[in-house]
């Protein structure tokens, strides 16, 4: 199946998957996480603000804040597709933007270098087991992940796996894969 076909697939599952059982998984999946050594030893944690039927990122935010970490979320330069981070202290600073995405105001924070996050927590929606996955289709984290030096991991339910994800040359896969039932990868 082709990335397209995956994708589209990918988000009827989600977005029918029931509220119930969602949110429990969810809950699940960020504990495993928060628990891990990988949450345990970053000090700067990048991580998008979650929109419709993705993984709600916001509890996770939260955690982060409470144990005094550094959350840094992105913002898209779409004449370039970049991405930027931006120091995150508070949910006030951020404005919808590109396709209707949370991001931050950049005139209420700060940017952060690429360097400085310990760990990025890259969204997607199709993922093998060898860290490939397939995202929203705009390459911005592929872009940003090509000379990215630190730990990468991404949040996912196990319907999300398959067998193979359909690779491309630019395409940078994850290191680490965190479901409901813990690490994959």
């Known amino acids: 199946m082709d990335k397209v076909n995956l994708r589209n697939l990918a988000k009827d599952n989600l977005t029918n998957l029931d509220m119930e059982k969602k949110a429990e998984i969810e809950k699940e ?3 495993n996480l928060i628990n891990s050594e990988l949450w345990k030893q970053a000090t700067t ?3 998008t603000v979650s929109a419709g ?3 709600d990122t ?3 935010i939260k955690e982060g804040w409470k144990e005094r970490k550094t959350v840094v979320v992105p913002k898209c330069v779409p004449d370039v597709r ?3 981070f931006y120091k995150l202290d508070h949910f006030e600073q951020l404005e919808a933007s590109y396709f209707n995405l949370r991001e931050p105001n950049p005139s209420e924070t700060v940017k952060v270098d690429k360097q400085e996050i310990d760990l990025l927590v890259v969204p997607g929606l199709v993922f093998d087991e060898r860290g490939y996955r397939v995202g929203f289709g705009g390459g911005y984290y592929d872009r940003f992940l090509t000379d990215y030096p630190n730990r990468t991991v ?3 339910y196990s319907g999300q796996l398959v067998a193979e994800v359909p690779k491309e040359s630019f ?3 994850v290191e680490y894969l965190i479901t409901e039932n813990g690490f994959v990868k």
């Open 29 to 31: 999946i960020i504990q």
């Open 45 to 47: 944690v990048g991580i």
């Open 53 to 55: 039927f993705e993984w």
């Open 58 to 60: 916001e509890a996770l």
């Open 82 to 84: 970049r991405l930027d």
């Open 154 to 156: 991404s949040l996912l």
């Open 171 to 173: 395409d940078v896969p």
